[in-house]
């Protein structure tokens, strides 16, 4: 997981998600005075603060949170997570590195799960000795002729991969929600609270925590008898919640 990076690749979208958010509550309200296209972009470019849209945030109504798609690349992180973040198909693309098209004979890298990170070196070095006897396999069977596709069979999950996402800016905030929840698989909360981080750092009042943070955070857990116990704090920002679950990966070298 050391090696997992992602990236918003238009910021510049991020701002248009809060304007439009902003703008389109406002129009439902003064319809009545929209006479030209003149009226219409007076409104549009209207300046707010930021209390206005904190409270345009939390309104119930989710389409004015919608007129945006923000694109995040992720870099690094593994097979698996792309099979459980790609169950979210709601206002959300997703273009990945294929199995089909890409030969890994060469060019296989893993992540390390951070449950073994935890158990110290020489458990990693196990870990990564099963990849590489996999991925060996895989190199053998495709040098005699074995496609592509055939022998990504035998790819470990672990393997790295590159995802693009694309989601509305509502759905960025719910995907959050769910998956930065500490029922999920470590290296799905990681990679969630990294893109919650990003947008953060865009938009601190558009992705806050009380809107954006893990469901125990914004009120009460949603899992009843599964919950993990451990809320995390309403103060807490995404780069605090990493620091505070995943001190390894943040750890001086």
């Known amino acids: 997981m050391r090696k997992i990076e992602v990236k918003v690749l238009n910021p510049e979208a991020v701002k248009t998600a809060s304007d439009m958010c902003v703008c389109a509550a406002r129009l439902t309200q003064r319809g009545h005075r929209m006479k030209s296209m003149d009226d219409f972009m007076a409104l549009y470019n209207k300046s707010y603060k930021d209390e206005t849209l904190k409270t345009m945030t939390h309104l119930p109504h989710p389409t004015i949170q919608k007129f945006a798609v923000i694109n995040v690349v992720i870099v690094g992180a593994s097979r698996r997570f792309l099979q459980q973040i790609s169950r979210h198909q709601n206002e959300t693309k997703f273009m990945s590195a294929s199995l089909q098209y890409s030969n890994y004979s060469d060019d296989s890298d893993f992540v390390i799960p951070y449950s073994i990170i935890e158990q110290g070196a020489n458990a990693e070095r196990r870990y990564l000795e099963n990849c590489r006897f996999a991925m060996g396999e895989y190199k053998l069977f495709n040098d005699q002729g074995i496609d592509n596709d055939a022998c990504g069979y035998m790819a470990p999950q672990g393997l790295r991969n590159v995802l693009i996402m694309s989601c509305t800016p509502y759905q960025w905030k719910h995907i959050i929600s769910q998956r930065t929840c500490r029922r999920n698989t470590l290296e799905t909360q ?64």
């Open 190 to 253: 990681y990679v969630m609270l990294k893109i919650w981080e990003e947008l953060y750092k865009l938009d601190p009042i558009f992705f806050a925590p009380d809107t954006t943070g893990p469901f125990c955070q914004r009120g009460s857990c949603k899992e009843g008898k599964m919950s993990c116990g451990k809320p995390v704090d309403t103060a807490m920002t995404p780069t605090d919640i990493l620091h505070a679950d995943f001190p390894l990966l943040y750890a001086p070298d």
